[in-house]
């Protein structure tokens, strides 16, 4: 699979939104936001499976022939 330079300027923005997101909610009281540990789990696991697809179509992979 291949990324077209703006789909992977789009998934690199996206990885820097939810890292932003995951810091703003650290100091949040948990008591306060209903499912606040489901939501970091969720951001946690969006970051991990988008830096995945930009590991796995890095401009230096060369293809297999």
Do not use: F, W, Y
């Not at 990885?15 to 606040?36: C, F, G, T, Y």
């Not at 969720?42 to 230096?60: E, H, Y």
């Amino acid at each position: 699979m291949e990324l077209t330079k703006s789909e992977r300027a789009k998934i690199t923005d996206s990885v820097h939104s939810i890292q932003s997101a995951r810091a703003s909610l650290a100091d949040v009281d948990e008591s306060k936001v209903p499912n606040l540990g489901e939501i970091n789990d969720c951001l946690q696991g969006a970051d991990k499976t988008l830096r995945g697809v930009l590991r796995a179509v890095s401009p230096n992979k060369k293809k297999s022939t």
